[in-house]
């Protein structure tokens, strides 16, 4: 998934953006130390690359478990930088509009974790997180009772339907694509052009609905991890009869506890309870506050300034997918009553500038840059030791398969670049290879990694013409393959731990298309083999498939520069209840929350 904020480049990605949700492990507030020892970080950072279990029938009951102490009223106030990607949910693959989807949209499955940290997969509009069969090539799914929309229409299979067949159209290009892959293969949309809304559908040998209350899925390979997949925000229901196409993002039509009063992209957004949510239906969720009022355009100085000092309204504030600002980290550290208003977790996120292979062509560029990139000032940035870690490689310590020591270009011994080995690399490289184009998101962070990538690469030769983007629509604008720039700051993490969530959605040359997570267009025949190879093995054995497909990348191709892994360390108001670390979003838990007094 897709990392975003303005703190951390979007993602999974995701968040993610980003995206998604990712899934990572849980720090609590309560006794979490993260940031001030990396060694310490990494080591807790590895518990949360343990699989999830399934939860059958009793395990997706509701409601949800009271949280201790909660009280209902209130509105919290929501702090947020940039504007959100999209509120489409099948546009959803970035952290922010990710954690919007959980107080928004229900699925099929949804991820459920414990106070220790424990994630299960739960059924969320179905009775269960799926039954499988045929080895687990069929997959079937029951609809729980009475689960309405906010209009009142209850959801029925064709909804499920509907919402599957739509991510086959065109104006559907920024969500994950697992299951469409999964159904029909890399060139899915041409098993349905029009996305269902001509009245055509998927096969029943493909999707089957055979009732209002059964969903079947049917796959040429087994698929155990679909109960994960279907919780993903990417794979939310839109209920067939409202559906408006490109217009969705602005009016969607809310299945969770909270729906949408009003909403000015880029400027504010405001939640309200949605009545027809019924808690019983949801092992999940809960619905203590009356809404959330988001403000966007808010700079993390100055939410952070604002949570410090902790007046008024801001007693009821929380940031969204923003974190401290790097300069105020001390502040809040030495401050008692300040620090223990935070949450801290590592992240499942590698950033990394990301080439756009189609233009940085030159294999020796591409390495000259990777060495000379500055990681220790681009963490400086984002907070030290607080914000994030030296990346020697593309697998963050969160992910099965992480290797510490996989260092090919000596980051971790000079984590403030090897210049001489850089200007060693572009020796006989024509001036004109030099001159790189660099988008950066419009954001106080954003300007930061502009300032430190320049002072890198200056410093070997390199002429940087940096553009700045909307911080908003980062990934969409460079996203598109025919994009006008040489590098940019991408992150992604693990939308489940797996290596197979990492090389294929961002390394599959089967992915190279507008909308895609494949920003560098890597398309290479040894890695697609590998991403074959791997995705037809057991797990034990896939593991060192993934490998030989990452030393195979970072050495060989040079798709991207690893540069940090990512820590989180927010601030909330005094009066805001439930604040814990999320191992669903690598975010504040957005479902965990009240007001002490409304």
Known sequence: MKSFSSRRAQAIVVAFAAGSLVLTGCSENKGSNTGADSKKDQKEAS?????????DAAGSTGPAEDIAGAQSGGTITVYQEAGLSHLDPGQIYVSDAGQVANLLFRRLTQFKEDDKGNVSVVGDLATDSGKSSDGGKTWTFTLKDGVKDAKGNVITSADVRHSV???????????????????SGAKYRDALPKGGFDGKHLPKSVLDTPDDKTVIFHFDTPRQDLPQTLAMAGYAIVPAKDDTKEKYDAAPVATGPYKVQSYKNGKSLVLVKNTNWDPKTDAVRHQYVDGFNFQFGVTESTQTKRLIADQGDDKNAIQFTGGVEATQIQDVIKNPAVNKRTVKGYQPYVMQLTFNLDRVKNLKVRQAITYALNSKSLIAGEGGVY???VAPNYFAPTLPGYEAGYDPYGRLKTPQGNIAKAKEMLKGVPAAEKKVVFAYGNTENGQKRKVAIEDALSKV?????????????YYEQIGKVKNP??????????????PSTVVTPIYDGDQVADGSSNYSHVNDPKVQALIKKALNEKPEQAAATWKEAQHYLLEKIVPAAPLWYTKQFQLSGSNVGGARYSSVSSLLDINHLFLKKS
């Open 47 to 55: 518990v949360q690359s343990k699989a999830v279990t399934y939860a």
């Open 165 to 183: 067949e739509r991510l086959y159209a065109k104006f559907i290009f920024d969500g994950p694509t697992y299951l469409q892959n999964w159904l």
């Open 387 to 389: 914000g994030g870690d």
């Open 461 to 473: 030769g390199f002429d940087v013409v940096s553009k700045e983007v909307d911080s908003a629509s």
């Open 485 to 498: 720039y040489d590098m940019y700051v991408t992150g992604w993490g693990q939308d489940w731990p797996s």
